[in-house]
């Protein structure tokens, strides 16, 4: 795979975007992610114009990504605490302020999708700087079933 200019490769998630769209679209994770503590730069790309689901995407290393969703869209009363530190680390002032996603995982065998409720990805919707929280001591699960209607 090429590399643009600035360092940012070049890969299916941002070919159809002009190197200011990827710019713009940054989330920045200076701790990493669990799992991979030395990637900190991604991307939130919609997989389909309804934005229900979308896949977060490794700008260090392409091969890395995942499908994420909002909690709200199936989970309602999902009510995440976050910590004074993550808060302050975070800068936020309002809740407003937070963009909120979830990992989203696939049992193929059971042809069934879940939530991971405990482990939610907040985002400064400003500074575009995140965490990725673990809720310990919360009842949320990592492994929350989700019910699809398809038809």
């Known amino acids: 795979m090429g590399s643009r200019q600035n360092g ?3 890969h ?3 070919t159809n975007m002009t190197e200011q769209e990827v710019q713009d679209k940054i989330l920045h994770f200076p701790d990493g992610i669990p ?3 030395d990637l900190q730069d ?3 790309v919609d997989f389909h114009e309804d934005g229900i689901f979308q896949q977060l995407q490794s700008i260090e290393d392409p091969a890395v990504a995942m499908i994420v969703c909002v909690p709200w869209l199936f989970r309602p009363d999902y009510a995440p605490v976050l910590s004074d530190a993550e808060q ?3 800068a936020l002032e309002r809740p407003d302020d937070a963009i909120v996603f979830v990992p989203v995982s696939f049992d193929p065998a059971d042809k069934q999708v879940f939530l991971n ?3 939610p990805f ?3 919707g400003t500074t575009r700087r995140g965490l990725q929280l673990v809720l310990t001591g919360s009842e949320y699960s990592a492994r929350t079933p989700l019910e699809l209607d398809v038809a």
Do not use: K, R
Request: overall charge negative.
């Open 35 to 37: 799992g991979f503590p």
């Open 88 to 90: 302050a680390e975070l």
């Open 42 to 44: 991604f991307l939130l």
């Open 122 to 124: 907040v985002v400064n």
């Open 117 to 119: 409720l405990l482990g």
């Open 8 to 10: 940012i490769p070049e």
């Open 12 to 14: 299916s998630v941002t």
